[in-house]
């Protein structure tokens, strides 16, 4: 029975981690090591445990009022095979598919000659934020990123293209401006 491993069990109840209600994958191992990173725990590749897929797929059937799941980690691009099997099953029932990796899609496009699963996951996720978090360019006014660099993507449109294709509402960023220094306050 095929495994992965993964830092913990799947979480049934992001809302942060892509849009709508998503379940999240956790995967272990992470070669990037960024600085300032938000999962340290799930960079040894030897951390965590390892889950049958089969049994991860029997978790995703439960699923009810969910609009995705999402691949993070760590980085599922060390496990492409094991994410391959899960993001197939997931587009099977209807879920999207959101990917979170520290490769670029350029990086993955060139690893893929050597590894075809990089190749077949990729044909298997809907959007994919992509890129090393850089703790220079951090920014809580990014949606769905953690720093200015990383780019979101509509991944089936990139690889019809043959390059990345941004997926402008959510690369913006925001600017809020604080209550207090409105013209007019809010009153309960």
């Not at 994958?25 to 340290?40: A, I, M, R, S, V």
């Not at 999402?70 to 999207?96: H, R, V």
Request: charged share 25%.
């Amino acid at each position: 029975m095929q495994k992965i491993r993964l830092a913990g069990p799947l979480q049934t109840d992001s809302i942060v981690d892509g849009p709508g209600i998503r379940a999240v994958l956790w995967t272990q191992g992470c070669g990037h090591h960024c600085e300032g990173c938000h999962n340290p725990e799930t960079h040894d590749f030897h951390g965590g445990s390892n889950y049958d897929v089969e049994q991860i797929k029997k978790q995703l059937d439960t699923l009810q009022f969910h609009d995705g799941i999402t691949l993070s980690g760590g980085d599922p691009m060390f496990q492409p095979e094991a994410c391959y099997e899960i993001a197939k099953y997931a587009q099977k029932k209807g879920l999207n598919v959101w990917c979170y990796t520290g490769f670029t899609l350029e990086q993955l496009l060139v690893m893929s000659h050597k590894n075809k699963w990089i190749l077949k996951l990729l044909e298997q996720i809907d959007v994919m934020v992509d890129g090393k978090f850089e703790l220079s360019q951090k920014s809580l006014n990014l949606k769905f990123k953690g720093s200015r660099n990383q780019r979101i993507l509509n991944v089936p449109k990139s690889l019809k293209q043959h390059q990345a294709v941004i997926i402008e509402k959510y690369n913006r960023e925001k600017t809020w401006s604080p209550i207090y220094k409105q013209e007019e306050y809010l009153y309960i």
